[in-house]
């Protein structure tokens, strides 16, 4: 158990749909990044906070937004979904930026 | 753009030999790389990272080395186990670019008995 909670752990939705993926930190990490991983495909940074602030934004698509709250959980957005999109989410957090990050279980999101 | 890859998609190693895995990077910034290690449906579990300052890190069986010059580190696993048989992830992060960890393709190992 790396200490990093995703919550829904399965997630099927329709096109054109929106959910919000839930993740909490470690207790005591700072920060917070999000990944992507499709089919085959390794995992593709989207977005990182620390401490509340965006610190860095990776292949982000516009229809994905997230936030880190003051209690340092993180929530992930994805609107207008398409068959796509289908893929593993992972949230990791770290002590800092500049650590080794500790992953989540994922979240599996199917749009149908 | 990938900044970090591994050129080997898969490899299999008899148990109790070293498996080594190879990883690339691009970026000369660079500086603090890592691998994990990930079982199916499950996420990416931390196994050992290397400061750029250093050029080994040893962690009981695993090994990672860094030649700088060459862009290039690798995981080293001796003795293999079955149970090391998973996909194996290189990352690699730079201050300069607030740290954001950039990952390669990933590496099968299968650690026959």
């Known amino acids: 158990d790396s200490g990093v909670t995703q919550t829904p752990k399965h997630l099927i939705t329709a096109t054109g749909q929106r959910v919000t993926l839930r993740c909490s930190p470690r207790?005591?990490?700072?920060?917070v990044y999000w990944y992507q991983q499709s089919l085959d495909q390794g995992l593709q940074f989207l977005i990182q906070?620390?401490?509340?602030?965006?610190?860095a934004k990776g292949n982000i698509l516009e229809r994905f937004s997230a936030q880190q709250f003051p209690d340092l959980h993180s929530e992930l957005n994805l609107s207008s979904l398409e068959l796509g999109d289908s893929a593993l989410y992972f949230c990791a957090s770290s002590a800092r930026p500049g650590t080794e990050a500790f992953f989540g279980q994922g979240t599996r999101l199917t749009v149908v | 753009d990938q900044q970090v890859k591994q050129n080997s998609p898969s490899l299999s190693v008899q148990e109790g030999r070293i498996s080594i895995l190879n990883c690339d990077y691009t970026?000369?910034?660079?500086?603090?790389f890592l691998w994990y290690k990930k079982y199916p449906a499950e996420g990416p579990t931390f196994l050992i990272s290397?400061?750029?300052?250093?050029d080994k890190n040893e962690d009981g069986r695993f090994t990672v080395f860094l030649n700088k010059s060459a862009k290039h580190l690798s995981l080293h696993i001796v003795p293999s186990q079955p149970g090391d048989s998973a996909v194996y992830f290189c990352?690699?992060?730079?201050?300069?670019?607030?740290?954001?960890?950039?990952f390669g393709t990933g590496t099968s190992l299968t650690v026959i008995p």
């Open positions: 990352a690699a992060s730079a201050l300069i670019t607030g740290n954001q960890f950039y």
């Open positions: 290397i400061s750029s300052i250093k």
């Open positions: 207790s005591g990490d700072l920060s």
């Open positions: 906070y620390y401490n509340g602030e965006e610190r």
């Open positions: 970026n000369s910034m660079f500086d603090y």
